[in-house]
């Protein structure tokens, strides 16, 4: 005998809503969930329909990023056009790196046709010491303004002093990558540590931090990338920036910065077929490319399917309208129309309605705890299970 209750518990956390036990629970909280929708119909010819797949056009974007606030957009998108930072500085439209503690120098000075070259460590306070001049603060400059700087000293006691200035070692600022990164995995194959700390050497991006690192490996989840800076997270979809040229957060790295690119969960990028099929689920979207194949995954239709009123429901986000499409899949078996046979997405949703859907607002009005539960648990728990646990008895 299995039986599900819920009992008040206002101390409990959603990591212990949805614990191991839940198990056949939750199943039975999904399928609940769907028998909920099978009522929701109408055949009122004013009522709102889906979007036949047919008429979606192809530039429709990608379901919107997930856990990405408009203030966190905002930030990204200031973050990734600065023109200065603790790294580097713009000198005449030119991003020039700032000299700190540790970091080696190297001074070149002209004397007539001599040419002298003398190699200088910045001390932990920021301070050289080079030719007749003791202590001079250096750090933050950038060698260009230390060139200046320093011609300006030794005219005390050189004639029309010149000087070059290079930065050999860079040592004083850096940055941190963590996860699904070819040089830290290759080293860790080799049995071999890793700091995954990286000097910076100037203005320097996230793509370029990931490049220095031998670019991410093919178990990178590159949509869900954070970013640790001055106490906050920041989630950073690199698919975008890669594929979509998304420089808004192509974001300029400061030093201190951590980056994290997670490990694609087990089922990676996916989709969900629910409603009138044999196996409602979670199925990879490397097999379930299109309607077709994610219906054949789901052991097709029941017979009180109405398969001509398909819904794939894509984009979903609390508080905002998915695009709900409307597939006859009918007019896709009997007919060959392979209009019908839409190309999936991650995250999108397969529902097989068991009557016909006569208004598609009140469908994902009505489909809002499903939505949730499946795409935003945290979000679902918080709204529906606030205060309360499962308790799954299984005998």
Known sequence: MKMAAFSKKPQDSFPDILGPRLGKGLITLLSIL????????????????????????????ERAKRFQTEEDRQDLARMSSVKENDVFEEINGIPEYRIGPLDELEIISHIGETVNTTQVTVNSRGKISYSFIDDLDVAGLTPS????????????????????????????????????LSFLRASSYAGKGASGRINLKGKTHLTDLIAQAGGYTVDADIRNVRLVRGGRSYLINLYDVLEKGDENQNVVIESGDVVTI?????????????GEVNKQGIYPLDDAQDLLAALAL?????????????????????????LVMMADVNALFRQADLSQNVRLRDGDLVYVPRMQIGDVNDWIANATPLLELILYPGEFAAKYLEGYRVNVNVD
């Open 262 to 274: 997670p490990e694609l969960p087990v089922f990676g990028e996916r989709v969900y077929v629910m």
């Open 34 to 61: 769907c028998m909920g929708l099978w009522g929701i119909c109408s055949c009122e010819s004013t009522a709102v329909k889906g979007t036949p797949v047919n008429e979606v056009p192809l530039t429709v974007e």
């Open 145 to 180: 303004q230390l060139d200046g700087l320093l011609t300006k000293e030794l005219s005390n006691y050189v004639r029309r002093p010149r000087v070059d200035i290079l930065v050999k070692e860079f040592n004083s600022k850096s940055a941190t990558v963590i996860g699904e």
């Open 298 to 322: 789901a052991g097709s239709f029941t017979k009180l399917a109405k398969e001509e009123y398909t819904l794939i429901v894509r984009g979903y986000e609390p508080g905002k309208e998915p």
